[in-house]
Structures are given as structure tokens and as C-alpha cells.
């Protein structure tokens, strides 16, 4: 078998994603020896530092927004970017002299293997224009005959994390730890405890961290749902709550206030590790099926999942359900089939497909009593 000193992970820029790809990076180092590891993020351009200018190219990171998942990582040798959304916005001649571009910086850094974590196009096309001699991806996608592995493996076969190690199998590496992992800046650690401290929480109770986020708004429930579950928990006095959320959440957290007649505490975060920091505070997060869920369960803090119906067994990657619970409809949703989810938001609703308005309020606060307090 032919020696690889350079391996690159070709793979998407969302943080949960990122989160997620890190068992599979961890295996690659540990059975390649000596190899470098890189991986170039197809960034959407929601995900990158949107302040400074942007090219269609690939970049060395400076690891901000997403990228700062892979900070201080010790199994990421290189990490390089490509706004992916700059790179569509050109046409005809202009794309593919800015796509070729890409092709000849890879072909330069003589990599040995390549792995397409997702089946994207792109990532087939330009492994092989570069001239990696090993290119590893899934066997059911177009271009798969430019391939040299095709494992016969899919999303939702076994989960996202599972899938992500299974890619690696042709290069006889065999991950042996599923943990996801995410070192937070210790700085953030004390600045997020003393913002803690001052809120002057009840310390006899557990505090639960509710993050509304999620990449798409039929992924939330309603704000009115997840006001009713918390104001249960208020009357109760089960624990103490923080919000925490950042500006691609403003949205809904101000539909949420408007809503909302109990007392809650809000933070807004601006970086991973400010928002990491403030997990690792609290004793459990309610979370959609999102980036903060996986970052949560990264930093060991229990989490309590809120997901949709169906096509979802590609996120159900964490197996200790003392330490980690599900919460879904328990009916059958009419605007769908059956492991197809079509994301069909009610008509006169804003967030939640039709499944995700099927959630018992019920069940997501017993979830969050069960989980909080599990030892």
C-alpha cells in the first residue's frame, strides 16, 4: 500500500460538522504516523469572519468563525478556507480560471490521499484535477468513477460521526474513540465564569443552557412552545436558566421575549469558544439538532436534543442516553414519508416543520429533568 505522509480532508464549514469530523481526524493521525493532516473548509459564507473582505480562493485559515473549531487541535496540521459563496458568485470564464486556481494550489502541496467527507462534486473534481492518487469517497454520488475507494456507506445508514470514520477504512484506520472533542481557550473558561458569578444564580440548583439556534428555521420549535417548557420549569423551580444565543439567533430570541413573562437570563455570545465557555457552566443544554448541540457534547456537558421526525438518523450519533436524550414528535407527521423529512413549516407559522410543532411540551421537560439530573 502506498505510504501517506499528506492526507487532506476535503469537508463542509459548519460547526457541527466540524465538531463531529474530529474522532475521524484523531484516528488518522494516530494510524499515520508522522503524516500531515490537512483540511480545506467549502465554507458557506454565513460561517466566516463576513467583516473582512472575501475571495474565491483558497486561503490559509485564521481560524475564525467556524474554524475556530480546529484551534489548538493537536490532530490538524493545516487548516485552509474557500468561501464557497464568493466562488459561485463568479461566471463562465471567471469561475473556472478561479476553480482552476484551487486545482493547481492543491496539485502544489502533493497530497497522497484525499477524503470527500460529503458527496459533493467539487471535492471529486478537484482531488483528481490535483492529482492526489488516493480519493476516498462514498460510492453512491455522480463523478464516483474518479474515485480510487468508494466505500459502500451513507449519512444515514449509521449516523454522520460513524460515516466520517468509516471513510478511512481503505487507508486501514479504524477509529477506536468516538468522543468529539473541543478545547476551549482558557481565557473564555474564566471570563465565562465570573459572567456566571455575577448573575447570582441560586447555587443549591442545577442550571440548564438553552440554545435556540439552528442552521434552519423549520429545525426550531416554536418560541411559544419553548416559553411554555420553561415557564413549567420556573413555577417548578426545577433549576436555574440562561439563554444563550448569537446573532444569527436574534431573530428568534426576539420573538421569544415577546413571548416569554418569566425570569430568564440572557447572554449573547460572538465567538465558538465564548459559547463553549459558558456550556461547560452550566449542567445540561436544550438544544435543536445544530452546531451548539454538538459543541455541548464536546466540551462534556449533557444535552437535550430537540429533533425533527424523520430523515434524522444521521444525527443520532451520541449512544449514552443517560447522558444525552432525543426528543421528538410521537405522531406520525401528515407532511412527510417516512424517513424523508420535507421541512414543512405550518402555513401562518414562522420556525418548526409541522413535526416539530408535534413535540410535547411534556416530553422535552421531562427530558430535561431526567438528564439534569442524572449523575
Known sequence: MQEIKKILFLAEGQMGDSIVLTPALRAAK????????????FHRRKYINVNEPVTPYIEKSKFEGTAEVFR????????????RKSMRSLKGIARLKAEWKCVKYLRAQKFDAAISTFPQNRFILWSFFAGI?????????????LLTDKPAIKRSDSGVLNYFCGLLKPLGITSQDSKTRYQIPQGNLQTAAKLISDLKFDKEKKLL????????????????KLAGVLLQMEKNRSCNLLLTYSEYDEEYVNAFRKIYTGYINYIQTVTIGQLAAIFKQGDAALVHNSGPRHLAAAVGVKTVGLLEKYDDIMWKIYENEDFHAIVQSAVDC?????????????????????????????????????????P
Request: hydrophobic share 35%.
Open 30 to 41: 494516530r494510524s499515520l504516523p508522522g503524516a500531515k493532516v490537512t483540511i480545506l473548509l
Open 72 to 83: 489548538g487541535n493537536p490532530d490538524v496540521d493545516e487548516l485552509l478556507e474557500l468561501d
Open 334 to 374: 401528515s407532511a412527510c414519508s417516512a424517513g424523508k423529512c420535507r421541512g414543512v413549516i405550518p402555513q401562518g407559522a414562522v420556525y418548526g416543520a409541522k413535526c416539530m410543532h408535534d413535540i410535547s411540551a411534556e416530553a422535552i421537560y421531562s427530558s430535561i429533568e431526567r438528564i439534569i439530573n442524572n
Open 209 to 224: 443552557i438553552i440554545h435556540p439556534g439552528a442552521s434552519d428555521k423549520d429545525r426550531q420549535i416554536p418560541p411559544e
Open 133 to 145: 492518487k488516493r480519493r476516498i469517497g462514498e460510492q453512491d454520488q455522480p463523478f464516483n468513477y
